[in-house]
C-alpha cells in the first residue's frame, strides 16, 4: 500500500476516534459500543506500530479520553511552582555549591548537606488541606495557576483525605507526583506511549471514574504555602509526611560532598531499570530550611536546588535533510531531519546540529548514519556519526551565509574571548524579517510571556499564512467571523479563543516586557528593567530618550543589554507597534516585593567584601526591604556601604557629591 493511501487510512481512524472519544467522555452519549472502540483504539496503535511514520498529537497512544480544558476551573497556586535547573555532571555540581558559597559567604571548608531524593517521571500534583481535610487538588499548570483536579486526585489511594496528627499544619500545601508503576503499566501498555503520558490523561479525564479505574500512585515530596510549621530541614520534613500517612522515596538520603552525590548517582542510575517506576535524575536539596530561605530564587528555580540528570537516552538513525531555523533574535540553527526513531517512549525526527561550528567539528552530512541522544531525556541531538557507514559520494554540508530571508548573516565578537561566536546569526531586523517575525509572535503569546491559552505555535504560522497576524497588535484585532469559518474552528473554539485574549490585554510591565523578544532581555533583566522603569510610561518613553545613561544604574543590567535596547528602539517598526500595543492594553506597574519596607525610596551601592555574607545575598536583603541598588556612584545615590578594601576612587567620588557613606554595621542597624 502506498504512503499516502496508509496515511489517508490512518487520519480517518484518528478522526472516528476523536469524534467517538468526544461522545463518550465530554458528552456523555456513547456513539459505538465499548468494544467497538477498543477495537478502533486497538487498530490505530496497530498501525503506528508497524508504519513508525505515523503520529498524531489526539492518537490513543498519546491520550486518555477527551481532555478540554473548560472542564477545569484554573486556580492560581499559593505559592509558584517553580521548575528546577539541570545538572549533567560532576562540574555541573561544582558550579553549583561554588554559586552556594558565594551567596552564603561560606568558606571552602564548610561542608554543605543535601537532601537527595530520585526525581520520578510523572506528574507534578499540589494537594491543600485545611484543618487536616484534603479540600483541593491541583496540577502544575504554568507553574502559576493550575487546573483544579480535586475529584480526580480523590481517586488516588496513596493521598490521604484527612489527616489527625497533632504537629500537622492548620493549613497546607503538599506537593508531590502522580505516576503509574512499571508493572501496572504494563497491563495497560497497548493504550498509551508511556506510564507518563497514561497518568497525565487520566488526571484530565471528565469522569472522576474513569480516572478511579487507573492504577495511579502519589509521592511526596515537598510544601509550598504552610502555616504554622516547624521544621528545620527537609529530611525532618520528610520523616514527617510518612508520620501523616503519606508515601514517600525509599531512595532519599542525606549526603555531604560532591563526590558522595556522584556515588549516589552512579548507584541509582545503575539500578534505574530494577525500580518499578520511572526515574530520570536526582534532585538535590539545601538540607537546611534556614539556608534555603536564605538563598531564595531567581526567576523560575530555587538557588537551593538541582536536578542532576542521567544519561541520555540514545538510539541510532539516519539524517535525511538538514534545515535551517531562524529564532526570534536571529539565530540561525541547524536542525537535522531524521528517520523518525523511538527513544526512551517518544517518537523523534528532529535532532538539533546546535551550530555552524558544531557541524564542522563533527563533520555532519545528509545520509549520515548518526546516534541521537535526548539531552536530559528532553531535547534530542545528534551526539556522533558512524563513518563507517557513510557513502563514498557524501558531500560536505555547506553552512548557508545568507537568512532565508535574504539578508546576509554575521557572527557577534566577544570582546571578552576576543573570538566571534559560533552562532551565525541574521542581523537583528525585527518584524522586518518574515521568518524572525513569526518566531517572535510564537515568542509574544508563549506561556512565560502573554500565555493566550489555545494561542500556540502552529496556530501563529497558520495565522500568519492566512495574513490575520503579522505583528502583535494584530493578535487583538482579529477577525472572528473570518476564525470561525476556517477548516477545524467553529463557533465555539473561536469564542473560546476571543475570550483568552481578551483576558490577557491586562499585563504586568516585566511580562510585557520580556514579551518583546529584545535580544538579552529575558525575564530576570525584564523584571530589572520593569522595577527601575517602574511604570509602562516610562519604558515606552525610552524611544523618545537620545541618552539613555540611566540604565547603567541598574545593577545586573550592562552595556551588552542597552545596546540591545538601544537596537531595538531604533527601530521604526517596532516603535509603531509599541504604539499599536499602547492603546490596546492595560501594563499594570511594577510591583516591588515588599512596598513598606525599612529601607524604603533608598539607594545602596556596595564597595569591598562584606563580612559573613556575599554581596548578591545582600542586594537580595535590599530589595526585600523596598530599597534599590544601583550600579554607579551619582546623585541618585544615597548610600555608600563600605567592606572590607573598599574601592578609594567610589570613596572619593561619594564624599564630592556628599553622599552618606556607611559601614556593613551601620546598614544591618538600619534593619533593626
Not at 491520550?63 to 560532576?90: D, R, W, Y
Not at 479563543?497 to 533583566?525: C, M, T, V, W
Request: charged share 30%.
Amino acid at each position: 500500500m502506498k504512503i499516502s493511501k496508509i496515511e489517508k487510512e490512518y487520519l480517518k481512524k484518528i478522526k472516528l476516534f476523536q469524534e467517538y472519544n468526544k461522545y463518550y467522555y465530554e458528552k456523555n452519549n456513547p456513539k459505538i459500543t465499548d468494544s467497538e472502540f477498543d477495537l478502533l483504539k486497538k487498530e490505530i496503535i496497530e498501525l503506528e506500530k508497524k508504519h513508525k511514520f505515523l503520529k498524531s498529537k489526539i492518537s490513543p497512544s498519546n491520550t486518555v479520553g477527551f481532555t478540554p480544558s473548560k472542564n477545569f476551573k484554573k486556580v492560581k497556586h499559593k505559592i509558584q511552582m517553580l521548575s528546577l535547573s539541570n545538572a549533567f555532571n560532576e562540574e555541573d555540581l561544582e558550579n553549583f555549591e561554588k554559586k552556594i558559597r558565594n551567596f552564603l559567604s561560606l568558606k571552602e571548608d564548610a561542608e554543605i548537606e543535601y537532601s537527595a531524593e530520585p526525581k520520578i517521571d510523572g506528574i507534578s500534583a499540589s494537594l491543600t488541606y485545611k484543618d487536616g481535610k484534603f479540600v483541593q487538588g491541583l496540577s502544575r499548570g504554568d507553574g502559576k495557576e493550575g487546573e483544579d483536579i480535586t475529584e480526580n486526585l480523590k481517586t488516588i489511594k496513596d493521598i490521604p483525605k484527612v489527616i489527625n496528627e497533632k504537629n500537622f499544619p492548620s493549613e497546607i500545601d503538599i506537593r508531590g507526583e502522580v505516576f503509574i508503576q512499571n508493572d501496572d503499566f504494563k497491563k495497560i501498555d497497548d493504550k498509551f506511549a508511556n506510564p507518563r503520558n497514561a497518568a497525565s490523561g487520566s488526571l484530565r479525564q471528565k469522569d472522576p471514574t474513569v480516572t478511579s479505574k487507573i492504577p495511579l500512585k502519589f509521592i511526596a515530596y515537598t510544601f509550598g504555602f504552610a502555616k504554622k510549621m516547624h521544621f528545620q530541614s527537609q529530611s525532618i520534613f520528610l520523616n514527617n509526611l510518612k508520620k501523616w500517612g503519606f508515601k514517600t522515596n525509599e531512595y532519599n538520603k542525606k549526603i555531604k560532598g560532591i563526590k558522595n552525590l556522584i556515588l549516589n548517582h552512579e548507584y541509582l542510575e545503575k539500578k534505574r531499570k530494577d525500580i518499578n517506576f520511572d526515574i530520570d535524575g536526582i534532585v538535590y536539596k539545601i538540607n537546611d530550611f534556614e539556608l534555603q530561605k536564605r538563598l531564595g530564587y531567581v526567576t523560575n528555580a530555587p538557588r537551593w536546588a538541582i536536578a542532576h540528570k542521567f544519561s541520555a537516552n540514545s538510539s541510532v538513525s539516519k539524517i535525511l535533510d538538514i534545515e535551517i531555523q531562524v529564532g526570534r533574535t536571529g539565530a540561525l540553527t541547524p536542525v537535522a531531519k531524521i528517520k523518525p526513531v523511538n527513544i526512551g517512549g517518544v517518537i523523534v525526527s528532529n535532532a538539533t546540529l546546535h551550530n555552524e561550528d558544531e557541524i564542522v567539528r563533527k563533520d555532519i552530512r545528509v545520509g549520515d548514519t548518526v546516534t541521537v541522544e535526548r539531552a536530559g531525556d528532553v531535547i534530542p541531538h545528534v551526539v556522533s556519526v558512524d563513518l563507517k557507514k557513510r557513502k563514498k559520494d557524501s558531500k560536505k554540508f555547506i553552512f548557508p551565509t545568507k537568512c532565508p530571508c535574504g539578508f546576509e548573516t554575521t557572527k557577534d565578537f566577544n570582546e571578552v574571548t576576543k573570538k566571534f561566536d559560533a552562532v551565525r546569526r541574521c542581523p537583528d531586523r525585527g518584524f522586518d524579517c518574515d521568518i524572525m517575525a513569526i518566531e517572535k509572535l510564537k515568542h509574544f503569546v508563549s506561556k512565560e510571556a502573554f500565555n493566550i491559552d489555545g494561542f500556540g505555535k502552529k496556530i501563529v504560522e497558520n495565522f500568519w499564512k492566512l495574513k490575520l497576524i503579522k505583528f502583535p497588535q494584530d493578535i487583538f484585532k482579529l477577525d472572528y467571523k473570518k476564525i470561525k469559518n476556517l477548516d477545524g474552528w467553529g463557533n465555539l473554539s473561536a469564542s473560546n479563543l476571543k475570550y483568552a485574549i481578551e483576558s490577557k490585554k491586562n499585563i504586568p510591565l516585566d511580562k510585557f516586557i520580556y514579551s518583546l523578544g529584545i535580544r538579552h532581555i529575558g525575564q530576570e533583566n525584564a523584571k530589572l528593567l520593569a522595577r527601575h522603569l517602574k511604570t509602562a510610561n516610562n519604558f515606552f518613553n525610552l524611544s523618545l530618550k537620545k541618552d539613555t545613561h540611566e540604565l547603567k544604574n541598574i545593577d545586573g543590567i550592562g552595556d551588552t543589554q542597552i545596546k540591545s535596547i538601544v537596537n531595538f528602539f531604533l527601530n521604526k517598526t517596532n516603535q509603531n507597534f509599541l504604539h499599536e500595543l499602547k492603546k490596546i492594553l492595560e501594563i499594570k506597574d511594577a510591583i516591588l516585593l515588599n512596598q513598606s519596607g525599612l529601607l524604603k525610596n533608598k539607594t545602596f551601592m556596595f564597595t569591598g567584601k562584606l563580612e559573613n555574607m556575599s554581596r548578591a545575598e545582600a542586594k537580595s536583603i535590599i530589595e526585600e526591604n523596598s530599597g534599590k541598588i544601583i550600579s554607579n556612584v551619582n546623585k541618585k545615590l544615597d548610600y555608600l556601604i563600605i567592606g572590607e578594601k573598599p574601592t578609594t576612587k567610589k570613596i572619593n567620588l561619594a564624599k564630592e557629591l556628599n553622599i552618606k557613606i556607611i559601614t556593613q554595621k551601620e546598614w544591618i542597624k538600619m534593619l533593626n
